[in-house]
């Protein structure tokens, strides 16, 4: 396993990814363009992949200007390996490393998804639209 930042090169087998995931699925992928995804690791955050032969299987995307995660996917054939969990930690490394604001997160309620987060240290912030919102502050990272 390889983990490292995203490029923009990396934006089509992110989009891979993420449109082959079996929870939180896009209703309609063209509403995540690669433009978007472009804007989200090279300006507005940074983003992390999981390469395992060239090939990626996991990434996660910080937004700095939102203070939030604006995605932690694997694919299905590659859960449970621990790839989320690297992904994580690198991507909130990353992200307290450059500001001490609480993070905020949205999934949908029920999910193992939201399981993950909880078991990570996530605390529960009540919702954000239909989804369970978590926040983790810089103090809760460090522990």
Known sequence: MNFRQATIKNI???????????????????LIPD???EEFITK???????????????????????NNVWALFILPDFEGKGIGKKLH??????????T????????AANSRAELFYKKQGWRNAGFHGNEVKFEMSFEDWRK
């Open 44 to 66: 507005r955050g940074k983003g992390f992949v999981c390469e395992i032969d060239k090939k990626i299987v996991g990434f996660s995307i910080v937004d700095f200007a939102e």
């Open 100 to 107: 001490k604001e609480t993070i905020w997160l949205s999934t």
């Open 12 to 30: 089509p087998q992110i989009q891979i990814v993420r449109n082959s995931v079996k929870e939180n699925q896009l209703s309609n992928p063209s």
């Open 89 to 98: 930690q690198l991507m909130l490394d990353e992200y307290f490393s450059q």
């Open 35 to 37: 433009e978007l995804v």
